[in-house]
């Protein structure tokens, strides 16, 4: 079975652009998550999407959105971009329906970084 | 609120030998999930093993065991028979009653050979 795969894997965009990333799940699986990895921070989590729905959010500005699809292919964007938006963007996806023991796996990451 | 904590910034270990990773977090829920994830220096994070708070017993996975202490509230990754490929950052994370995952700041293990 293939694994979460993102889309790109690097990025290179300078301030005030916007950027979109890509995620496509695990077969079957119906739950997108985002997570902002930075040295800083760590592991943020900036939103959930289940069924083509927000079911949980992060707590991150408005700049940065997501949507998902009907074949759970989700995507993120992020809107005027600033260089404290460079990072690891890290996708992961679930069944989405066993709650507290739902078990994500994650794809390979976007690493964005703005100059 | 959910918090994790991993008090090991980072590790060694020598080949062929276990290693215990440490972990602790912080809940007021009764029912939560506990989660071991390895990210190499590739980036990507790897599901390694799962512990449920209502499980008796402890979980392994292969060499992966988790050293599950309810009372204590912490959750010690074990990793036997330590091989060049286990060195990466480890990542502790739970999931309670809010479903957001929390992590950890994460552990830096360096396998020598």
């Known amino acids: 079975k293939a694994g979460v795969t993102q889309t790109p894997r690097y990025l290179i965009k300078t301030r005030g652009q916007q950027v979109t990333l890509s995620c496509s799940p695990i077969s079957g699986h119906r739950s997108v998550s985002w997570y902002q990895q930075t040295p800083g921070q760590g592991l943020q989590f900036l939103f959930e999407y289940f069924s083509e729905t927000q079911r949980n959010k992060g707590n991150f500005p408005g700049r940065f959105s997501g949507r998902q699809f009907s074949n759970s292919r989700s995507e993120m964007n992020v809107s005027t971009l600033e260089l404290g938006d460079s990072a690891l963007y890290l996708c992961a996806s679930s069944f989405g329906t066993s709650g507290r023991t739902d078990t994500q796996y994650f794809g390979p990451g976007t690493r964005l970084t703005v100059l | ?113």
Not at chain 2, 24 to 43: A, I, N, R, V
Not at chain 2, 72 to 90: E, F, P, T, W
């Open chain 2, 1 to 113: 609120a959910q918090k994790i904590t991993q008090t090991q910034p980072g590790m060694f270990v020598q080949e062929k030998e276990a290693v215990t990773l440490d972990c602790t977090y912080d809940t007021s829920d009764q029912s939560y999930g506990l989660f071991w994830y390895k990210q190499p220096s590739s980036g990507e994070m790897i599901f390694l093993i799962y512990q449920g708070s209502y499980d008796e017993q402890n979980a392994t996975e292969g060499r992966y065991s988790l050293n599950f202490q309810k009372a204590r509230k912490s959750a010690n990754l074990v990793i036997s028979a330590s091989q060049l490929g286990d060195s990466a950052m480890y990542f502790c994370a739970m999931r309670g009653g809010s479903y957001i995952p929390t992590f950890g700041r994460g552990t830096s293990l360096i396998v020598h050979p």
